[in-house]
């Protein structure tokens, strides 16, 4: 008999006692890493309480109600949990998920429900060692951290919309983010001229691994945008047309070699007529929800159209750019996303003295028009685009929290 997604999470009396076990264990950690960073406050402790509990209570919900459609994925880690030994059936993306996670898997106790408690904690510290990336930079450009900055980014963290729905899951973006988060905050770190010292190497060595092993694209995307960013935008950089051949240059040489690994990886040879042929291939697969599908990548005005527009769908799914209007009419969660998205950025454009904005905007940008080539179906557009939309959440959280601390301050 074949199983669901729902088979694979239910809920009995022993596995919700590993729940709030974990779950307390869990939360006492993140606490202690507030603690550790010395923004443990009653403020903090309990927004990152309450959106740890939300998250936890909206994931085992709705494995009982059923009300958000379980992502078909489920049935894959979900048999991993079960039977850990089958993860070599899988891809590389999968078995580098499950080879991280061997450990929490064992903890669940065959009960694939539990491992939400490790996926919510996850996030959050991906989400605090994004802020803690952050602050180093309001910090390097000579301006202050306060507390509210902290409060109103834990708030948006817990309010992200596409966070709520895939997170409390079985899925990889919490592992995602999380491994974001470590090479997020050491990118800083030597952006801000910090020695990492061996240890911290060797984390940010493993942390790029796991993302070019749970995300190859998203893996790239981040050496790319770290590097150019730190070429571009690091202080006493100035611009020239010979430093913009070099890099030009040097990043030509550095993505070669990406892409020879990922290659390697997947046995795949990039080109424009290949990727054509990708994104055709997936018609009979999503149907209407597909979208990209007989472009034009042969003339040249075609093909930059065609980024253009591959990156807006990307960003602002399920906006109906290259699919159907009636398909982005079933998807009401993720157009409160988007809209959560267009709040960010209209916060950050209108705010014009963010520390570091162009370069984190450019470094955002590289993160995400990349994958967006490779997207073909609007859910996926959803959740594959986190990994550029956690990082807008600090910058406008810093701008939310000068406006607030401004108005205090004024008669």
Same mark, same amino acid.
């Given at each position: 008999?074949?199983?669901?997604?729902?088979?694979?999470?239910?809920?009995?009396?022993?596995?919700?006692?590993?729940?709030?076990?974990?779950?307390?264990?869990?939360?006492?950690?993140?606490?202690?890493?507030?603690?550790?960073?010395?923004?443990?406050?009653?403020?903090?402790?309990?927004?990152?309480?309450?959106?740890?509990?939300?998250?936890?209570?909206?994931?085992?919900?709705?494995?009982?109600?059923?009300?958000?459609?379980?992502?078909?994925?489920?049935?894959?880690?979900?048999?991993?949990?079960?039977?850990?030994?089958?993860?070599?059936?899988?891809?590389?993306?999968?078995?580098?998920?499950?080879?991280?996670?061997?450990?929490?898997?064992?903890?669940?106790?065959?009960?694939?429900?539990?491992?939400?408690?490790?996926?919510?904690?996850?996030?959050?510290?991906?989400?605090?060692?994004?802020?803690?990336?952050?602050?180093?930079?309001?910090?390097?450009?000579?301006?202050?951290?306060?507390?509210?900055?902290?409060?109103?980014?834990?708030?948006?963290?817990?309010?992200?919309?596409?966070?709520?729905?895939?997170?409390?899951?079985?899925?990889?973006?919490?592992?995602?983010?999380?491994?974001?988060?470590?090479?997020?905050? /050491?990118? @800083?770190?030597? =952006?801000?001229?910090?020695? $990492?010292? +061996?240890? *911290? %190497?060797?984390?940010?060595? #493993?942390?790029?691994?796991?993302?070019?092993?749970?995300?190859?694209?998203?893996?790239?995307?981040?050496?790319?945008?770290?590097?150019?960013?730190?070429?571009?935008?690091?202080?006493?950089?100035?611009?020239?047309?010979?430093?913009?051949?070099?890099?030009?240059?040097?990043?030509?040489?550095?993505?070669?070699?990406?892409?020879?690994?990922?290659?390697? /990886?997947? @046995?795949?040879? =990039?080109?424009?007529?290949? $990727?054509? +042929?990708? *994104? %055709?291939?997936?018609?009979? #697969?999503?149907?209407?929800?597909?979208?990209?599908?007989?472009?034009?990548?042969?003339?040249?005005?075609?093909?930059?159209?065609?980024?253009?527009?591959?990156?807006?769908?990307?960003?602002?799914?399920?906006?109906?750019?290259?699919?159907?209007?009636?398909?982005?009419?079933?998807?009401?969660?993720?157009?409160?996303?988007?809209?959560?998205?267009?709040? /960010?950025?209209?916060?950050? =454009?209108?705010?014009?003295? $963010?520390?570091?904005?162009?370069?984190?905007?450019?470094? #955002?940008?590289?993160?995400?028009?990349?994958?967006?080539?490779?997207?073909?179906?609007?859910?996926?557009?959803?959740?594959?685009?986190?990994?550029?939309?956690?990082?807008?959440?600090?910058?406008?959280?810093?701008?939310?929290?000068?406006?607030?601390?401004?108005?205090?301050?004024?008669?």
């Amino acid at each position: 008999m074949t199983m669901t997604p729902q088979d694979f999470l239910k809920i009995n009396i022993f596995s919700i006692g590993l729940i709030l076990f974990y779950a307390t264990v869990l939360i006492f950690m993140l606490f202690w890493l507030l603690s550790g960073f010395r923004i443990l406050t009653y403020k903090s402790a309990a927004i990152l309480l309450l959106g740890y509990v939300t998250f936890l209570a909206f994931g085992l919900l709705n494995s009982i109600f059923q009300f958000i459609q379980i992502p078909p994925d489920t049935v894959v880690y979900g048999a991993i949990i079960i039977d850990p030994p089958k993860f070599v059936m899988y891809s590389l993306g999968v078995k580098t998920y499950a080879t991280i996670n061997f450990f929490p898997f064992l903890l669940c106790l065959r009960y694939p429900i539990v491992f939400v408690t490790f996926s919510i904690f996850y996030y959050f510290l991906g989400m605090l060692l994004i802020w803690r990336g952050y602050s180093r930079l309001i910090l390097y450009a000579g301006k202050r951290v306060s507390p509210t900055f902290l409060y109103l980014y834990m708030i948006l963290a817990m309010a992200y919309p596409m966070a709520i729905i895939t997170i409390p899951t079985l899925l990889r973006e919490s592992l995602m983010v999380l491994s974001l988060g470590i090479s997020f905050n /050491l990118f @800083t770190m030597i =952006f801000c001229k910090i020695k $990492l010292g +061996l240890i *911290r %190497n060797i984390l940010l060595v #493993i942390a790029l691994l796991i993302l070019l092993g749970v995300r190859p694209v998203m893996g790239i995307c981040f050496v790319l945008s770290a590097w150019l960013s730190v070429s571009f935008f690091g202080k006493g950089k100035k611009v020239n047309m010979g430093k913009v051949l070099r890099l030009l240059v040097a990043g030509s040489l550095l993505l070669v070699c990406l892409m020879f690994v990922v290659q390697k /990886l997947y @046995t795949i040879t =990039f080109s424009l007529q290949w $990727l054509n +042929l990708f *994104r %055709n291939s997936y018609i009979p #697969i999503h149907g209407d929800e597909g979208y990209g599908y007989n472009m034009d990548w042969e003339n040249p005005i075609h093909i930059v159209i065609n980024f253009v527009i591959l990156f807006m769908q990307y960003l602002l799914s399920p906006v109906p750019f290259l699919f159907p209007a009636a398909v982005s009419f079933r998807k009401f969660l993720a157009w409160v996303d988007v809209f959560f998205i267009v709040i /960010l950025l209209l916060i950050i =454009f209108f705010k014009k003295d $963010l520390p570091y904005k162009k370069m984190l905007l450019f470094f #955002i940008f590289i993160n995400l028009v990349i994958p967006s080539v490779f997207e073909t179906h609007v859910t996926g557009a959803f959740r594959h685009r986190m990994n550029g939309i956690v990082l807008l959440m600090p910058m406008a959280a810093y701008a939310l929290s000068r406006f607030f601390i401004k108005s205090k301050t004024e008669p």
